[in-house]
């Protein structure tokens, strides 16, 4: 049995944009402005991995694709070798996390095989699974692991497949076990899109949808907005095991990521349990 396979009952079906789609010319704008920062993003060579390059292009492709990004509740920086876990809509998604806060981002082995953003995701130091290879999990795990350890934080979307709402799916946990492993905490983070203040799947990648007409549909539509919502860090403890972990992680990322009040949601850490369930 494949640990890392997971299906998402959502198709290109899902994805509605809730207003009419820009002007033409703007769209054609946006198109220009994207491919000239791709290019020069691709030209930047190795300089691409320096974080402070990385959120600069990251918050410059959301801008050429005219998404604002918001963050709920003030700026703060994760500390230095966190896992961070988030819910998976879209491509967008390790987009709108680099520009926050660069981190090594764990990805499907797929993506370093796509045209152009195959090349600036290796760029940008990703990790790559093959989710076809269940032998391969536990050096996956491992490597993270070790980038922990090291002080570096790791991106990961624990649903190991995209849902075109932030709600759907559930955690895996097989790398929370890095954290566990590294005595590292976990903050979980909801990512969500609106248009115009409006739920909207615009922006989702699901199904058998392609790469090209998902970045087209995007850069169309009017009004689009991804909000980052940080919840308080998971603090590994008192024999909190992996399931533990997953499941209080993904409750504190369901809990939502528009309109919370009083800043940053609180998640409570996880309590103490039987180790070595699984």
């Not at 198109?31 to 990385?54: I, K, Q």
């Not at 799916?169 to 909801?190: C, E, H, S």
């Amino acid at each position: 049995m494949n640990t890392w396979a997971a299906s998402s009952p959502c198709t290109p079906r899902c994805v509605v944009s809730t207003t009419a789609p820009v002007r033409r010319t703007t769209r054609l704008r946006r198109y220009a402005d994207v491919a000239a920062l791709l290019g020069g993003a691709l030209a930047a060579g190795r300089t691409l991995g320096d974080p402070t390059v990385v959120r600069r292009r990251a918050r410059g492709l959301l801008d050429a694709l005219g998404v604002r990004l918001e963050l709920d509740g003030d700026e703060s920086r994760t500390a230095p070798g966190t896992l961070i876990v988030a819910d998976h809509v879209s491509w967008l998604d390790p987009i709108a996390l680099l520009a926050h806060e660069p981190a090594i981002l764990l990805a499907k082995s797929e993506v370093a095989r796509w045209p152009v953003a195959g090349r600036l995701t290796t760029r940008v130091g990703t990790c790559f699974i093959d989710r076809a290879r269940p032998r391969a999990l536990p050096e996956a795990v491992a490597g993270v692991r070790d980038h922990l350890l090291a002080g570096r934080s790791v991106m990961v979307f624990p649903q190991a497949t995209t849902w075109c709402r932030e709600s759907g799916g559930v955690f895996r946990r097989a790398m929370f076990q890095a954290a566990l492993d590294a005595g590292a905490p976990v903050r979980p983070v909801t990512i969500s899109y609106r248009q115009h203040g409006v739920p909207s799947t615009v922006a989702a990648f699901v199904g058998d949808d392609g790469f090209l007409p998902s970045l087209l549909r995007v850069a169309g539509a009017d009004g689009l907005t991804v909000r980052i919502t940080a919840h308080d860090p998971l603090l590994p403890g008192g024999g909190a095991d992996r399931r533990t972990l997953a499941a209080h992680a993904q409750r504190a990322v369901a809990s939502g990521g528009w309109g919370l009040s009083g800043g940053f949601a609180s998640a409570t850490p996880p309590p103490a349990v039987r180790s070595g369930s699984t």
